[in-house]
């Protein structure tokens, strides 16, 4: 009889997922969502709308997601007997349905002030109807050990895919996204951080931004004053597509494939960002071009706007490299290796990475490594013995995590980054402030790196039946405002056209709302009125119909 096994990577900006024969561990299908069930635009939004909203409606909300997700692969769920997930702590958390409040609070005063037994997050195996997963009651689902409560099992997936605790040397490793996971290994002993960059890296809160999917542009290549686009097709596999003079966005060549671009990814983003720099195109915070656009292939643009949310979140990447540094006493030269994971470190050009900071400017032996979080919930339904033995490289690792919201270095160094990107203060005076807060100097660029590329995508096997994709993950949150006096302001005010108004009765599409990062709606109300914490989760309706 076939059996199947699922494994699956939630992340801050949306789920992937994939279905496995274990007779063989060949891989049927994948499916991944464009965005991510919960209101927000990172993972403290999640984290916001769990605590005040309620923890029970960001579970449903994401078990909703979860079981779309499995029906989407196209198995059959009653011979689903094995089940693996791998994210940060606070996706894993919700997906348990666990406590989630000591991961809200900093310190343990904090939390014990307020009664909180923060859970183990130990590996463990549960049933599907410990949770309201709708497959086989009797498969095992799996889930992996945090390292401490503040790194979790994505965390733990970096370190091991990239084997870096078991190295002499100093290596640095980063899964790029919404909250970056970051940690610097020095002879196997690691210091993390999770760096709330933003969702640019990811293509959202981008005008014309989008997840790594199909029609996706993923980078920009110049050939003299024009950009070649590169766009993901069906298989998420890069093809070379039109030609642009991004000033104009006349196509001077067409590609030689159909392949349309639908919107630009967090590469996509980087490599502009770093070309248009480059060429000139760009003037931090200004675009020099007639409509203060970059032109891109089929009406796909940046604005000046894009280009702060960009600046913000490169800048974290580089003020949490600095910040590391400074915590375990080296200096960024000092590192042997980085390793790039996720689906924005695997497509991105590491060359550009280094122009724009994304990794030390200095990085000289750079791995791609793809989604390792994925990879690793799939090394668990293939072997679940391995549950075990990552619970034992948990306990045995020597952690120290820096908290970038409380330490005085990060606020530091990013109130030099926004400096950079709002204010277009130059890098020599950036370098002239570090070196008077005793942080060091900013590198050298390096010119010649070697860059190892392990697969062609950052998911290598799609399987026999391939990629699906879901756009409408979200479903329907509502409140009935007492006080409206129906003026549609909170409407009107919406960026991402997420909410509806009806006779005082607002309706919110959960995936497309930017929940505690925005809260334009509440702020606009000029009745204040509307609280955004009111709202309540309606189960079962669709996106797509609201």
Not at 150 to 166: F, P, Q, R, T, Y
Not at 270 to 293: F, R
């Amino acid at each position: 009889m076939v059996e199947y096994a699922i494994a699956m990577d939630i992340g801050t900006s949306g789920i992937r997922a994939q279905a496995i024969d274990i007779s063989d561990n060949s891989t049927i299908s994948t499916t991944v969502t464009l965005r991510h069930p919960i209101p927000g635009a990172n993972v403290m939004d999640h984290l916001h709308f769990a605590v005040n909203v309620g923890r029970e409606q960001a579970h449903q909300l994401i078990m909703e997601a979860v079981n779309k997700v499995v029906d989407n692969l196209g198995v059959d769920k009653s011979k689903i007997v094995r089940f693996a997930v791998c994210g940060n702590p606070i996706q894993l958390s919700l997906f348990q349905d666990i406590e989630i409040r000591d991961l809200a609070f900093w310190g343990t005063n904090a939390v014990e002030r307020m009664h909180i037994t923060p859970p183990k997050r130990n590996a463990q195996t549960i049933k599907p109807g410990d949770i309201g997963l709708n497959i086989n009651p009797e498969a095992d689902v799996y889930i992996p050990p945090a390292i401490k409560h503040e790194i979790g099992a994505d965390a733990l997936a970096m370190l091991v895919k990239s084997d870096v605790i078991n190295k002499e040397g100093i290596y640095l490793v980063s899964d790029f996204g919404t909250n970056a996971e970051i940690a610097l290994v020095i002879d196997g002993e690691i210091y993390s951080c999770s760096a709330a960059a933003g969702p640019a890296m990811e293509g959202q809160a981008i005008e014309c931004g989008m997840l790594a999917s199909p029609g996706a542009i993923s980078d920009v290549i110049p050939e003299g004053d024009d950009w070649r686009n590169e766009v993901l097709n069906n298989d998420l596999k890069v093809e070379d597509c039109d030609l642009i003079n991004v000033k104009t966005g006349e196509v001077v060549e067409p590609g030689k494939t159909d392949t349309k671009a639908r919107g630009i990814t967090g590469t996509g983003v980087i490599a502009a960002y770093s070309v248009g720099t480059e060429q000139g195109v760009i003037s931090i915070p200004k675009i020099n071009t007639p409509d203060e656009k970059i032109n891109l292939q089929d009406d796909v643009y940046l604005s000046e706007k894009d280009l702060t949310e960009i600046g913000k979140a490169l800048g974290a990447f580089r003020a949490a490299h600095i910040t590391l540094c400074v915590e375990a006493g080296i200096d960024l030269e000092d590192i042997d290796g980085v390793y790039m994971a996720g689906a924005s470190g695997f497509y991105v050009d590491p060359l550009k990475s280094l122009t724009v900071g994304q990794i030390p400017a200095c990085s000289w032996d750079i791995y791609q490594i793809g989604n390792t979080s994925l990879a690793m919930a799939r090394d668990i339904v293939e072997n679940p013995d391995l549950l075990q033995e990552l619970q034992e490289i948990a306990d045995n690792m020597r952690g120290n995590h820096i908290t970038l919201a409380t330490s005085d270095i990060f606020e530091k160094i990013y109130g030099l980054e926004l400096a950079v990107c709002e204010q277009n203060m130059p890098l020599w005076k950036y370098d002239e402030w570090l070196e008077t807060y005793g942080y060091g100097n900013l590198p050298e660029l390096e010119e010649d790196p070697e860059i190892h590329r392990l697969f062609e995508s950052d998911i290598p096997d799609l399987g026999v039946n391939g990629l699906s994709i879901i756009e409408e993950v979200g479903t329907k949150l509502e409140n009935k405002v007492e006080g409206c006096v129906n003026c549609g302001a909170c409407v009107e005010e919406c960026p991402e056209n997420a909410l509806t108004m009806n006779d005082g009765v607002a309706t919110i599409r959960s995936d497309f709302c930017n929940g505690s990062a925005c809260l334009r709606c509440e702020r606009v109300c000029p009745q204040k009125v509307f609280l955004y914490e009111k709202l309540f989760y309606i189960e079962g309706e669709e996106a797509s119909n609201l």
